[in-house]
């Protein structure tokens, strides 16, 4: 009798976390849809500053980026896999999660930081794709494809929570923005991340 409730108790706790999960992924993926005029947004903002990046790349830009890229090699210097992986994640992790909360302030932050972005991806492309040819852009498509989704998720995300005061009922829709917006970050970006850095950590320490 014991063994038999036992099981049920196992059984029960099990199905429980089960619904937990279904239930949060299933309304993340809601959410998701949602947002899919932002998202559209989001990623025709990066890949338009991208393709700027290419082709007009004036003296002063050049140089931040120059040391922007200086510093972060500084940084990363000597890092085994592991480190390489937990830096590349702590970095992410806090850049997508503050571009998804400053957006607060009417979406200015996050549309702001996917143009930067876009621009600096596009010109250290070019600059690499002068060296070393287009098959460069090959070493970035594996974590990629895990990252770019969650960094303009999170930006898109950021972008609809600022819209809120748009809204009629504006502390209620900020709320309501806010939780999903959290939910998504917790249940789909934080996942992509991780996979994303494993990667990226593991390709850098292979390829030097």
């Given at each position: 009798?014991?063994?038999?409730?036992?099981?049920k108790t196992?059984?029960s706790?099990?199905?429980?976390?089960?619904?937990f999960?279904?239930?949060n992924?299933s309304?993340?993926?809601?959410?998701i849809?949602e947002?899919?005029?932002?998202?559209?947004?989001?990623?025709?903002?990066?890949?338009?500053?991208?393709y700027?990046?290419?082709?007009?790349?004036p003296?002063?830009?050049?140089?931040?980026?120059?040391?922007?890229?200086?510093e972060?090699?500084?940084?990363?210097?000597?890092?085994?896999t592991?480190q390489?992986?937990?830096?590349?994640?702590?970095?992410?992790l806090?850049?997508s999660?503050?571009?998804?909360?400053l957006g607060?302030?009417?979406g200015?932050?996050p549309?702001?930081?996917?143009?930067v972005?876009?621009y600096?991806?596009?010109?250290?492309?070019e600059?690499?794709?002068?060296?070393?040819?287009s098959?460069?852009l090959?070493?970035?498509?594996p974590?990629?494809?895990?990252?770019?989704?969650?960094?303009v998720?999170?930006?898109?995300l950021?972008?609809?929570?600022?819209?809120?005061i748009?809204s009629?009922e504006?502390?209620?829709?900020?709320?309501?923005?806010l939780?999903?917006?959290l939910?998504?970050?917790l249940?789909?970006?934080?996942?992509?991340?991780?996979i994303?850095?494993?990667i990226?950590?593991?390709?850098?320490?292979m390829?030097?």
């Open positions: 009798m014991k063994k038999r409730l036992k099981i196992k059984k706790e099990k199905r429980k976390q089960e619904d999960w279904q239930k992924y309304l993340s993926w809601h959410y849809l947002c899919k005029n932002y998202i559209l947004f989001i990623l025709l903002l990066f890949l338009f500053s991208f700027i990046a290419l082709f007009y790349q003296p002063e830009i050049v140089e931040i980026i120059r040391k922007f890229v200086e972060l090699l500084r940084k990363t210097q000597g890092l085994n592991w390489m992986i937990i830096f590349i994640l702590d970095n992410n806090k850049s999660f503050f571009a998804m909360l607060i302030f009417l200015i932050f549309v702001a930081t996917t143009f972005n876009g600096i991806l596009g010109f250290i492309a600059k690499a794709m002068k060296i070393e040819g098959f460069i090959w070493r970035l498509f974590h990629g494809i895990f990252e770019l989704p969650a960094v998720l999170a930006l898109a950021g972008t609809k929570l600022g819209m809120f748009f009629k504006k502390k209620k829709e900020f709320l309501r923005r939780e999903n917006s939910r998504v970050f249940f789909v970006i934080l996942p992509l991340l991780i994303a850095a494993i990226e950590g593991i390709l850098v320490g390829l030097g």
